[in-house]
């Protein structure tokens, strides 16, 4: 008989959801360039508003950029550990604004490896919510469930805190449910990011050189 001592549960093939903590609050200068992004224009999206500009680090918020380009590298050296020297770059980036009482539709982030969502704006309550993409095989045996944990839950939430990113796979769904207590609107940076340079192995026949 094995002793619970001597027993350990591993979590194997986990999906890396990645958070940091921004040191420094929004400047004044930030605070100026949000305000002009939301003049260039708001379009309507499924249960929100985003930036009709979809570039947004190209020429505003370089402090943001940076911290969030930091925090991507760590992902990269942490989570994918590439042998080969590749530069992860970001992509598209916009502004996500959403009123009491919207909310953000399940989705991915199509042609995008590591996306990110750095928070502008947000109240207690505010949550970004992660849904398993194994949850049909995994529920072909359905059982009640006395608790939950991230092993045997087909969803998963982490507080939405202003100054805070979160780096997940763009692969992995993703949405924002109505906060019932919102009294004001929360507002957030999305972007996804790309990379440059060698992939796979020339014996294999699946290299591939992005430059």
Known sequence: ??????????????????????????????????????????????????????????????????????????????VIVPKKEVDFYITQSWLNITKPGEYHHLHTHQNSIISGVFYIAAEEDDKITFSDPNTKL??????EKKAYNTVNSDTWWFPSIANELVLFPSWLNHQVNVNEKATKDRISIS?????????????????????
Not at 9 to 14: D, N, Y
Not at 36 to 49: A, D, L
Not at 202 to 207: I, P, Y
């Open 1 to 78: 008989m094995t002793s619970q001592d001597s027993a350990k549960l591993h979590g194997i093939f986990s999906i890396p959801v990645y958070i940091a903590k921004r040191d420094s609050d929004l400047t004044s200068n930030e605070e100026k360039d949000i305000s002009s992004i939301v003049k260039e224009g708001m379009g309507k999206n499924t249960g929100n508003s985003v930036s009709e500009n979809s570039y947004i680090f190209n020429d505003k918020l370089e402090k943001i950029k940076e911290f969030c380009e930091q925090q991507l590298k760590i992902y990269v050296e942490q």
């Open 138 to 143: 995994k529920g072909m045996i359905k059982f």
């Open 191 to 211: 972007f996804n990011t790309f990379a440059r340079g060698k992939f796979g192995l020339r014996k294999d026949l699946n290299e591939l050189i992005l430059k």
